[in-house]
Each structure stands twice: as C-alpha cells, then as structure tokens.
C-alpha cells in the first residue's frame, strides 16, 4: 500500500499563492498517475489537477486552468500543487491521490486507489 501526507495548506489573502506538496512513502512511486483533487464544504470532491508517471503530461479542470500547476520530483516521492491567483472559490480541502493500476481516469474520484488525509487552503477576499 501506499501512504500520501498532503502539506502547505493555510490561510491566504484573495490574489495570493500556496504550494501544496504530498510525499509517498513506498519505491514505486514513478509507477504512479498522481492527482489533487479538493471539497469544499457542502460539495461533492471535485477534480483539480493531474500528472502522469513520468510528468511528461498534465491535466487540469477549467477552474484551475492558468493558475494552478502540478508537478512531482520523483527522486522526491513527491507530488506539488502551485496555486497562483487564489480565489475564495479556491477554499477547500484538497486531497493527493495515487492511481496505482494505470485506469487512466483521472478525472474520476473512483480512479485513485490511495488517498492522503487532506490539507485545509483557506483565501479569504
């Protein structure tokens, strides 16, 4: 199994920037598709961003798009999430996730096999 630990989330005005970050534990971490996906109070968890095995490719949601980058370091066991241009829309909780069998969904919650338990972003206008 897998083991995600989300971090980097915080209070911050409306315009400004976070980068989250989710370390793995296990070696074949590189084996993974990675997503960050987020759930703001009262909603459903929705899609924010992902990144294939090797990184060569991304995916973003239309509200994320421009503003929000996702990036992984391997060597790191590490996946990342730039957020630029904050919004209060932005609040939330967002959560890592490791897609361990290559379903190539990665848009779909059901696509991920491990979660981390979560960090707070909070944008305040």
């Known amino acids: 199994q897998v083991q995600l630990v989300e971090s980097g989330g915080g209070l911050v005005q409306a315009g400004g920037s976070l980068r989250l970050s989710c370390a793995a534990s296990g070696r074949t971490f590189s084996r993974y598709a990675m997503g960050w996906f987020r759930q703001a109070p009262g909603k459903e968890r929705e899609f924010g961003a992902a990144i294939t095995q090797s990184g060569r490719y991304t995916y973003y949601a239309d509200s994320v798009k421009g503003r929000f980058t996702i990036s992984r370091d391997n060597a790191k066991n590490t996946v990342y999430l730039q957020m630029n241009s904050l919004k209060p829309e932005d609040t939330a909780v967002y959560y890592c996730?490791?897609?361990?069998?290559?379903?190539?969904?990665?848009?779909?919650?059901?696509?991920?096999?491990?979660w981390g338990q979560g960090t707070q972003v909070t944008v305040s206008s």
């Open positions: 996730a490791a897609d361990a069998d290559y379903s190539g969904s990665y848009y779909l919650n059901n696509a991920y096999d491990y």
